[in-house]
């Protein structure tokens, strides 16, 4: 069994983790920061079945490689946990121009699930979000998906955790027929280092209410459970907290708006890997 995490190298990803370890075969770790995954899992003592993989999800370019990388490596993948994510100041932007709340939450996961479609089909795998009770407060994003007209950092946090819902659903919706299973989670409040890249504001706020959090084995819970409890004690493209079944928000259930948001990935994806013939970049630029 082959399981793929992203963001293993603190808080909830780190226990996630620790905990799925022993009950995989390879583990593929998608990291930004390799040296500091390297001294990490120096303390592991299975430290052999990991392969750290340098990706930056913010950078698309990074995210099309490192799954070049996972694909040589391996055909078949049975659990993708897309974990890594944060919280960035409203507006800021990575390195090819993109949202950063956006690219790092959103883009680079749907990349990484695109590229790695053919072992995720193969393995029938189950393709896990990271998402948070914080896309209740999602307003309708329009046709802003890439959050150009955003420029605070709360409500852009709010609708990419709502798009990990809507693309949860939408996965489902076109692979289900593959084999293929999607769940979103709220892993619930975490005292992890969540937030430390956000505005000023916001981190006083996350450092004041962390006093009132879980710790970070107990907010790794719910990626556990979905990730190893019976298929058939699941429900397929469904929403989980406190390892149970939980209601969305109704913008979540929206069926238009999660194809919507697909399509534009998908475009997205091509504008900024400079696959998009001339009229489709003009086209994206008129709308937004
Ligand atoms: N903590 C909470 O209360 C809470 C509540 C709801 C949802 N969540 C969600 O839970 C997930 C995990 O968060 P956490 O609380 O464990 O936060 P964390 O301690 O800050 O961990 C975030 C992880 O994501 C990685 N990461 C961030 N940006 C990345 C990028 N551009 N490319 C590659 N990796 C990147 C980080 O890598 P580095 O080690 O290099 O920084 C780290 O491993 C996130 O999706 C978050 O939105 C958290």
Redesign the pocket.
């Known amino acids: 069994m082959n399981l793929v995490l ?9 226990e996630t983790l620790l905990a799925l370890l022993p009950q995989f075969d390879r583990i593929f770790l ?4 390799i040296p ?1 995954a390297e001294k990490l899992i120096q303390t592991l003592a299975e430290k052999e079945k990991i392969v750290l993989i340098p ?4 950078l698309m370019a990074e995210v099309k490689k490192g799954a070049e990388i996972i694909l040589s490596q391996t055909q078949e993948i049975h659990v993708l946990i897309n ?5 960035y100041p409203g507006g800021k932007r990575s390195k090819e121009g993109i949202d950063l709340s956006f690219a ?2 959103h883009l ?1 996961h749907f990349l990484l699930v695109q590229e790695l479609l053919p072992a995720l089909i193969k393995g029938k795998a189950r393709v896990i979000q ?5 896309h209740r407060i999602a307003q309708h994003p329009g046709k802003d998906f890439s959050l150009k007209k955003s420029s605070n950092t709360l409500s852009a946090y709010a609708s990419v ?1 709502l798009f990990n819902i809507l693309f949860t659903k939408q996965l489902v919706n076109n692979y289900a027929s593959d084999g293929l299973t999607s769940y979103a989670l ?9 937030g ?1 890249e956000a505005s000023t504001w916001a981190k006083g706020l996350i450092a004041f209410t962390k006093l009132f ?1 879980i710790s ?1 084995k107990a ?1 790794a819970a719910t990626s556990i459970f979905l990730a190893t409890a019976p298929a058939k004690s699941l429900k397929n493209g469904s929403y989980y907290k406190n390892k149970k079944l939980s209601i969305t928000s109704t913008l979540a259930k929206d069926s238009k708006l999660a194809q919507a948001l697909w399509n534009f990935s998908m475009e997205e994806i091509d504008r900024v890997l400079g696959n998009a013939s001339p009229d489709k970049q003009e086209e994206n630029d008129g709308i937004l």
């Open positions: 992203t963001g293993s190298t603190s808080g909830i990803g780190w998608p990291v930004r920061n500091k990706m930056d999800l913010s974990n890594a994510g944060g919280m790092t939450n680079g990271v998402s948070s009770e914080a955790k709220h892993p619930g409040a975490v005292r992890t280092a969540f430390s959090f970070p907010g």
